[in-house]
């Protein structure tokens, strides 16, 4: 069945660099995509969203990339730091559900 | 503003008892969404409810499994006679009538069945 699925399970970089989270999605239906950070023991935090209209939306450090043709979404995180590590998820939304879709996550770690 | 509320945060039951789980939205929120989630897994869609409405119980088991979310009070999550496998993570999540995608998640509520 459709899907989100995320390229890898974990990341580890260095304190100041900038992060990349990758997502692949399978359904073209889908019209709505938000990034959560998920510490442990923690419900998941909203980050940014996109809608599919756009192919880039930018807030606070970090930035959200949608690449409609090859149904492929980014976090960029700028100037990672340590407070940054957590399992990142992204979600879609096809346009006739109800129900956001969760990929399995990747798990961010900031080296100091 | 508080955020969305869940209790409790872990609960423990032995195989056979019935779990209740509690979330009160976001003020100002009408929208209720519940979530499995399993260790080192993303969350699963359960049911989407709005007050004294289920709109979507698509991902929610058909035995022993029940969602409300009465004009009063908050939304239950219900599960009865429960299993080991029952033992999750339960999210709710709640959204504004208008932005019905941004979803607003609590804190969970930590099941372990023994």
């Known amino acids: 069945g459709e899907s989100v699925g995320l390229h890898l399970p974990t990341l580890s970089v260095q304190e100041g660099d900038n992060s990349i989270i990758n997502c692949a999605y399978s359904n073209s239906a889908s019209d709505y995509f938000i990034w959560y950070k998920q510490e442990s023991g923690k419900g998941p935090q909203f980050i940014i969203d996109?809608?599919?209209?756009?192919d880039k939306r930018q807030g606070q450090r970090v930035t959200v990339l949608l690449n409609k043709t090859v149904k492929h979404l980014s976090l960029q995180i700028a100037a990672t730091q340590p407070g940054d590590s957590a399992v990142y998820f992204c979600?879609?939304?096809?346009?006739?559900?109800?129900?956001?879709?969760f990929g399995a996550g990747t798990r961010l770690t900031v080296k100091p | 503003n508080a955020g969305v509320m869940q209790n409790p945060r872990h609960l423990v039951r032995r195989r056979g008892q019935e779990a209740r789980l509690r979330c009160s939205p976001m003020k100002g929120h009408s929208h209720v969404y519940w979530y499995r989630q399993l260790p080192e897994e993303g969350l699963k869609f359960m049911v989407y409810?709005?007050?004294?409405?289920?709109?979507?119980e698509s991902g929610m088991p058909k035995e022993r499994f029940s969602a409300e979310f009465p004009k009063e009070g908050p939304s239950i999550l219900r599960i009865q006679q429960v299993v080991r496998g029952d033992s999750a993570a339960y999210f709710c999540?709640?959204?504004?009538?208008?932005?019905?995608?941004?979803?607003?998640f609590g804190p969970g509520t930590r099941l372990l069945v023994l």
């Open positions: 999540a709640s959204s504004p009538p208008v932005r019905q995608e941004t979803q607003y």
């Open positions: 996109i809608r599919s209209n756009m």
């Open positions: 979600a879609e939304k096809p346009g006739n559900n109800n129900d956001m879709r």
């Open positions: 409810l709005q007050k004294e409405n289920i709109i979507d």
